[in-house]
C-alpha cells in the first residue's frame, strides 16, 4: 500500500519501503513505528526507540550545549518508553489523552491538544487532555520541567495520533468497500469517493484491535498545518478567570479537613515538644493535633481555626543549621570558595576587563501555596497535589509511610504556578506523614509567611568575568560562578537519579563524569558570542538551604553578568552595544532577534536625562531571544510613593523577540514571554530576601516585592520571529535571562554607574517583619480598606 503525500487524504498507515524523504535537521515523514494497542475502542501509541529526528548541524567550536544540551537529554531519556504514550478515540467521536506531564499556567494542555487534532484531523474542542496520575513504568518520561514538555512529547503524540487516524481510514474502507487511498478525513469525519461519511465515534470500536499490532506511520508535512501555529486561547482560561478551575485545594476528598503546621523561627529547625497540647485540643474546630519533623500539625475544620490555634501554641524548637548566619556570612562563604580565573597566555598589550557581581536569595513561591490532599490508611495511601516529578513522589512517600510504592497512589493536579518548587514534593510528602500520624485525611495548606522562610529559593550566587581585549577583538572571555548549592534531588524524576544528586559527589562523578548541577549547567549555558577561548563554569558550596530550580535555573544571574560586561568591552572598543553585539553574535538566530527588537523598539533614539535604552540577548533551549527596554530612572519616579511599596526606576517599553522553533501556540508563546519578562524585570530591580540571624525575614507576599502593576511597563511588545527549525524548542523560561540582562544594561546606561549586586533594592528592609513566634500572622480583618 502507498501512501500519498496529502495526509488529510487516505492512508495513515503503511508498512511498505518507501524512501525518505524527510527535511534536513526535522522531522522525517516517514521514519516512525507505532502500535495499534488491543482493546474494545481504539487506542493508538508511538514507538520512537528506534528513530530520532537529526538537528542541523552546529558551527564549529561550540560550546557544549550547541553540541547536546538540556532538552536533548530530556528527550533521549524520555525515549525509551514513549511507546507508552497513548491516544484514545472515544464512541462519540472525541479524542483523549492522559499527558505524563503537569499542567502549570504554562498551557500545555491547549498545546497539546492542538497537536492531536493537528495530526488526527479533528477539531481541537474534541481533544480532551486530562493529567495522568503517576505512572512508574514511564520512567524518565515523567518530569516536567527545563522548558522539555512540549520538546519531549511533540513527536511521540504526533505518531500516536496519527497511528490512530490511520486506523480509522483502515475501519472506513472496509465498512464503506473502498480501497483506503480513495478515503479521506475532514474534522473529524472520514469521508468517501461519493460523499458518504462516516464519524470518528462510529469507527472507534471497529478500528479497535483484538491484538497490539505493529504500523508504520506517516506525519503530516508541517507545510499542511492548519492548527498548529495559529492563535488559540487556552482551553481553561475562562474557568481560571471565573474561579470554576480546580485546583488542589478545590477538591472534595471525603475527610479530608483544613491542616496547617506552626513552624520553627529559624529555617528548617525542628519541634520538640507541644507544651499545651490540651489547651490547643480544646480550641474551636480543632479536631486534631501532631508533631511531625517539620512542624506542629493541626487539622480543623477550617483554615482560619488552624491560623488561631498555630497562634496559641507553646512549642519547644530545636534550632536550624543555619542559626545566626546572615547574608554576609554567607556571601563571605562563596566569595572564599570562589574559583581562580586563568586567562589564557595573551599578548602582553591585550587590556583585561574584569567584574564580579552578587545575586541575592529570591523565593521561588507561585502564586498557589504549597498544598496537598492525603488519605492515608493502614495499607494504602492516595495523594492529590501538583506534583512535577509524581513517580518520585510516589516513591518518597512511600519511603516515608514505610510501604511499597505500589500502595500510593498518586494523583497530578493542575497547579497554580511552580517556579520550581512543584519540582519537590514538600507538600505531599508532609501531608502524608501528618495523615499517617493522625489517622484521618488531610487537606494542607501551608501559609503565605511559611513560603518565603521555609521554602524553596533561588540560591545567592556571585559571578566573576575576566575578558580580555587586543586590537578591537576580544580574545578570551571567562566565567565562574560561584554558588549556594541547587538541589537537584528531583533527579530525572524517579528515585535513581534522584539518589544519584544526594548521593556522595564521588558517586555522581563516576556516573556521570560531573556532579548534577555542573551537569545542568554545562548543558545549558551559551556565551552567544565569539569572544576568543570561553569558558563558564559552576562551583557550589553549602547545602544547608532548601533550594530549587527556580525559573531560568542558572540563566538570568549568568546573562545579566555577561551583559553587562559586554557593554563594557563595547565601550572599550567604541562601539555602539547593539552594533558590538551583531558583529560578534555566534548565530543567525540571536542576530535576527537582536535587528528585530532594534528595528521595532526604535534602538538609539535620543532620550530625556535619566532614561536610557538597555539591550540583551539569550540562546538556550534550541532557541534565542533579545529584549530592549527603556528605563526611567528620574527621582521623581524612583521615589514616587505607593502604600507598603519600594517602587525605584521604571521600565516604561520593553520590546522582545523569540525565535523558538516551531510554535504550536502563538499566543501561548507571547503570554509566555510576558510572564518571563515579569520574572526577568522583578530579578534585577526588587524580588529577594533578607537573611538575619538564621532566618528569612519576608513573609507572604506584602513585604516580598515581585513586580507590581505601578513597575510593569505601559508599552510591552513580543514579536514571535519565523524559524527554520521544524521542531519545538523550550520555551517556558525562554523570556526570564534576557529580559534581566537588559532591564540591568539600561539602568547602568541611565546612571552611569554599573550595578554589581541584585536586585538592585535589595537591602531596603521598607516593612516591619512579621514575628518569627508564633509563625503565622493573625489573619487580616481591614482588606476591603485597601479595595479600590
Known amino acids: 500500500m502507498t501512501a500519498p503525500e496529502d495526509s488529510t487524504g487516505p492512508a495513515g498507515t503503511s508498512h511498505d519501503s518507501a524512501p525518505d524523504t524527510g527535511p534536513p535537521g526535522g522531522v522525517r515523514r516517514r521514519s516512525f513505528l507505532g502500535y495499534v494497542v488491543a482493546g474494545t475502542t481504539l487506542v493508538a501509541a508511538a514507538d520512537l526507540t528506534m528513530a530520532r529526528p537529526a538537528r542541523a548541524a552546529v558551527p564549529s567550536l561550540p560550546q557544549v550545549p550547541e553540541l547536546y544540551d538540556l532538552e536533548d537529554l530530556q528527550t533521549d531519556a524520555a525515549l525509551p518508553t514513549s511507546q507508552l504514550i497513548t491516544i484514545e478515540i472515544n464512541e462519540d467521536g472525541t479524542a483523549s489523552f492522559a499527558l505524563p506531564r503537569m499542567e502549570v ?289 510516589q516513591q518518597n512517600i512511600a519511603q516515608a509511610l514505610g510501604m511499597s510504592q505500589d500502595q500510593v497512589k498518586v494523583n497530578v493536579v493542575t497547579g497554580g504556578g511552580s517556579f520550581g518548587h512543584k519540582l519537590f514534593s514538600d507538600a505531599a510528602i508532609e501531608a502524608a506523614k501528618v495523615s499517617q500520624a493522625m489517622g484521618k485525611p488531610v487537606k494542607l495548606m501551608w501559609h503565605r509567611a511559611d513560603e518565603p522562610r521555609q521554602g524553596r529559593l533561588h540560591p545567592m550566587v556571585t559571578s566573576r568575568i575576566r575578558a580580555t581585549v587586543l586590537a578591537g577583538q576580544v580574545l578570551s572571555f571567562e566565567q565562574r560562578n560561584t554558588s549556594v548549592v541547587t538541589d537537584f534531588s528531583h533527579g530525572l524524576g524517579e528515585i535513581i537519579t534522584s539518589t544519584i544528586d544526594e548521593a556522595p559527589t564521588e558517586v555522581g562523578k563516576k556516573v556521570g563524569g560531573l556532579g548534577f548541577s555542573q551537569t545542568i549547567f554545562t548543558l545549558t549555558q551559551e556565551l552567544g558570542y565569539n569572544f576568543g577561548v570561553v569558558t563558564q563554569l559552576l562551583n557550589e558550596t553549602d547545602d544547608r538551604f532548601n533550594t530549587g530550580s527556580m525559573r531560568n535555573i542558572y540563566s538570568p544571574d549568568t546573562r545579566v553578568a555577561v551583559e553587562l560586561v559586554v557593554d563594557r568591552l563595547a565601550a572599550e572598543v567604541g562601539m555602539d552595544p547593539l552594533e558590538f553585539r551583531l558583529k560578534h553574535a555566534k548565530s543567525a538566530k540571536v542576530r535576527k532577534a537582536l535587528e528585530k527588537v532594534a528595528e521595532e523598539g526604535d534602538w538609539g533614539r535620543r532620550m530625556p536625562a535619566g532614561f536610557a535604552q538597555g539591550i540583551a540577548i539569550h540562546q538556550e533551549y534550541k532557541g534565542a531571544t533579545a529584549c530592549l527596554v527603556e528605563i526611567d530612572t528620574r527621582p521623581e519616579t524612583v521615589n514616587r510613593r505607593i502604600r507598603n511599596a519600594v517602587t525605584g526606576p521604571r521600565v516604561t517599553r520593553a520590546t522582545f523577540a523569540v525565535d523558538a522553533g516551531l510554535v504550536i501556540n502563538p499566543q501561548g508563546l507571547k503570554a509566555q514571554m510576558m510572564g518571563g519578562f515579569s520574572d526577568g524585570l522583578a530579578l534585577t530591580l526588587t524580588s529577594s530576601v533578607h537573611l538575619r540571624d538564621g532566618h528569612f525575614l519576608e513573609a507572604s507576599w506584602d513585604n516580598y516585592y515581585y513586580t507590581r502593576q505601578w513597575n510593569i511597563p505601559p508599552r510591552f511588545e513580543c514579536f514571535v520571529l519565523p524559524s527554520e527549525d521544524r521542531l519545538p524548542g523550550g520555551a517556558g523560561e525562554a523570556g526570564v535571562a534576557a529580559s534581566a540582562a537588559s532591564v540591568a544594561c539600561a539602568y547602568a546606561r541611565a546612571t552611569g554607574t554599573m550595578p554589581t549586586r541584585f536586585p538592585i533594592n535589595h537591602g531596603k528592609v521598607t516593612f516591619k517583619p512579621k514575628s518569627f513566634v508564633p509563625s503565622v500572622p493573625k489573619s487580616p480583618t481591614n482588606g476591603l480598606k485597601f479595595t479600590y
Request: glycine share 8%; net charge neutral; charged share 25%.
Open 105 to 393: 499556567g504554562q498551557g500545555i494542555t491547549t498545546s497539546t491538544a492542538m497537536i492531536i487534532a493537528e495530526e488526527l484531523d479533528l477539531p481541537v474542542e474534541k481533544v480532551t487532555v486530562t493529567l495522568a496520575p503517576a505512572r512508574p513504568e514511564l520512567v524518565f518520561n515523567q518530569l516536567t520541567g527545563g522548558s522539555n514538555s512540549t520538546v519531549s512529547t511533540y513527536t511521540p503524540i504526533r505518531v500516536a495520533s496519527a497511528i490512530a487516524r490511520g486506523a480509522l481510514l483502515d475501519a472506513a474502507a472496509r465498512q464503506l468497500g473502498y480501497a483506503v487511498e480513495r478515503l479521506r478525513t475532514k474534522d473529524g469525519v472520514v469521508i468517501g469517493p461519493g460523499g458518504e461519511t462516516l464519524g470518528y465515534g462510529e469507527l472507534a470500536t471497529l478500528a479497535a484491535s483484538p491484538v497490539t499490532e505493529v504500523v508504520d506511520v506517516l506525519l503530516k508535512d508541517p507545510e499542511e498545518f492548519t492548527r498548529i501555529g495559529k492563535p488559540r486561547n487556552r482551553d481553561d482560561a475562562r474557568l481560571a478567570v471565573t474561579g470554576r478551575k480546580d485546583f488542589t485545594l478545590d477538591l472534595e476528598v471525603k475527610g479530608a479537613k483544613p491542616t496547617m503546621l506552626c513552624r520553627p523561627p529559624t529555617l528548617n529547625g525542628s519541634p520538640k515538644r507541644l507544651r499545651n497540647k490540651k489547651k490547643i485540643l480544646k480550641m474551636p474546630g480543632v479536631k486534631q493535633v501532631a508533631v511531625v519533623d517539620t512542624g506542629v500539625a493541626v487539622r480543623a475544620t477550617t483554615f482560619g481555626q488552624c491560623i488561631d490555634a498555630i497562634r496559641a501554641m507553646d512549642v519547644v524548637w530545636n534550632d536550624g543549621p543555619v542559626e545566626g548566619e546572615s547574608d554576609q556570612t554567607i556571601l563571605a562563604r562563596l566569595k572564599k570558595a570562589e574559583l581562580p580565573l586563568a586567562v589564557p597566555e595573551v599578548p602582553l598589550l591585550a587590556k583585561t576587563v574584569e567584574e564580579r557581581f552578587e545575586f541575592m536569595f529570591r523565593s521561588s513561591a507561585a502564586l498557589e501555596p504549597n498544598c496537598a490532599i492525603a488519605d492515608v490508611r493502614e495499607d494504602s495511601a492516595e495523594i492529590w497535589a501538583g506534583l512535577k516529578v509524581p513517580i518520585l513522589a
